[in-house]
């Protein structure tokens, strides 16, 4: 027997789900997903079900299956162990001409659901001709060679429309035939921590903008014909730099090329993210923006050193101290933040470190609060060397400690260390 392969169209369509257990669990969030008006027919749901119940996002009756609730839907999970139960759905759909998914007896099943892989707008679902075990490693060798990066899954701009990843504020403002611009957050360090959704995004880049702190072993597997733009070697200073990665930037996807600009940690933690999407939106173009992990949270686990934890600080706060204190343009107010009893990251902080510290002693932080300073976090290079506030900055020294480093302030520093003594 032959399968038909279909996509079904669910939004806003009912599908049944018969049971509240573990196999219920795994199917409805798809279901949802694809906008399903799911109903669960169940005596009791698990924590995760009950919780979308609570939520509003599917509709619960408690108690077991009736014939009559398989009015007005399009198709029916059986999420039961129970064969004689779930013969009973079988038994009522297959009158009514509803198709039939059996969770525990697929030879009894209307229809099967197949292996996915989801990239983006695509999806790879695989069919085993009745071996589910077959379907699972065809699905995962498929998901391996869309994960490589080597084959571009997303459509080209369509006219009229924004491409399929264009979302935020200009997805409307897409022309056609123009390119677009996606600002993308490369992590930390480790090319491993920039996002699913980045890396797929980075692979389909005609052109990549890149930054000092971005991992070098992201752009070593990009495609040779890729043109590769080392924003750190644009010989002007920062203002006038900044204008022409903009004007890079605009220039390219105005030409037609998929531009990634490519940013160490988050793009808009301390990155100027949001610089470049207003002159993209400026220009008309359509503009995206993939999160990315920051530094100012990563570095610290990376380190060991939790930014909150439970019964030592309910906050942490994120500073620039790429400008001293009492600086004319600092936006800064150090003595309030020498006031918080919290974890302090400090980011681009070491050059100035000695005036950070002097004022946060000065503010009334203790001079032996426990401090960190994590060097080239979550790379091969990474360092970490801990001392208190009060002589933070003169171990910076000794130590020889150099950019890119994050400096924690606070009791989380050493709470994961093992009790010595
Ligand atoms: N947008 C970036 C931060 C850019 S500002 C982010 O979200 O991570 C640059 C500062 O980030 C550096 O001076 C340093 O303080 C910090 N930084 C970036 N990468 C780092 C790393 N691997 N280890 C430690 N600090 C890092």
Redesign the pocket.
Known sequence: MNLYPLGLRLDGRRVLVVGGGTVATRRVPALLDAGADVLVVAPRLTPALHGLADAGRLRWRARRFEPADLEGAWLVQVAVDDPTAAAEVSAAAEPRRIFCVRADDRTEASAWTPAVTRHGPVTVAVLGGGDPQRAVRVRDAIAARLADRSIPVAAPPTAGGAAADTAGPAADAANPGTGRVILI?AG??DPELITVKGRRLLAEADVVVTDR?VPGLLLDELAADVELIDAAKIPYGPAAAQEEINRILVDRAVAGATVVRL?????Y???RGGEELQACLAAGLPVSVVP?V???IA?PAAADIPVTHRGIAHEFTVVSGHLPPGHPQSLVDWSALARLRGTLVI???LKNLPTIAAVLLAGGRAADTPAAV??????GAQRRVTATLGAVADVVATEGLR????VVVGDVVGVLEPISG
């Open positions: 957050g930390p360090g702190l940013k160490g940690g988050d793009p933690v301390f990155g990315g920051t530094s100012s570095a980011m681009m902080g994590v060097q080239e976090a979550t790379t950019p890119p480093a994050v």
